[in-house]
């Protein structure tokens, strides 16, 4: 009897764009690793192509738009990221464990995807590509199978997950609905420290701590100087206070920062202003609505 079959999970997401690097196959090595260590993952990219729009001939280069268009069809990018680094030990396991798995995997599967999407964005220094929500996902599968049969997009056995965002309570819907209608018409500014703080997030939660470390300092200052003349500061003078009080021990991070890693205290403090910020905000909101 020969060997049994090395079986690897994996998750796969679908959106309704090319995702951006070309397709093909793509070796990650955990981060802090050398060239020399082992794979902890693969991930293959795939293009599920849209049909082509006929070529315009020359002469036909102003077509007249239709007063009712038909929508044009849209590329499908597919990532399957595989985990190479802990194999499954046969098949009975392998069941137990797709089983058992869920958002957390496809979580930890999506963390994988970013990193190497954030990787792409440096490389080609286009500054619109942006990391992939589970929100944003057409369709996410976790699974398991052979490596080439999962490289190829096939598996042994596979599940679906079901997006939660449709259960979402009406009142979490309508809230963003509410204040965005007062942004567009112009009864409440935006604030430029909203998108650095929101920058902030995006480092920290992808483990970017020196590039949060920076952004978080002028995410501060500004919250510092717009919250103060906004028309709820008022209602955010002691949430001023607190900001100002962690403002030194935000700017030794960005020091730090600009010269390797971060201690864990260091973290911490990144990690817990950043959240203070975020609360300032949200109190902001809720003052203005």
Known sequence: MGEPPVLFRFCQ???PWALGPPDGRYLLRRPGTGAESTPGHVLVFATLGAPERRRLAHHHRRRRAEPEPEPNPVAT???TIIDVGSPLAGLEAAAGWLAAAGEDELS?????LNRAL???RLVTADPHLNPIGRQQTLVARIGFGVGQQ???GLWTDAR???DRAP???RVRVLQPQARLASVLGGREPSLACEELTLRARLDIDHGREREAALQLLVALDAALAELARDRAAPELQERLRELRALRDAVALAGQTALGGPLSSSERETVSFTLSRIEAALRARAVANA
């Open 150 to 152: 999962v490289a190829d």
């Open 77 to 79: 990018g597919r990532a």
């Open 160 to 162: 679906e997950l079901l």
């Open 13 to 15: 997401i679908e959106v």
């Open 167 to 169: 259960f979402q309570r």
């Open 118 to 120: 954030h990787a792409f």
């Open 108 to 112: 930890a599967g999506l963390e994988v």
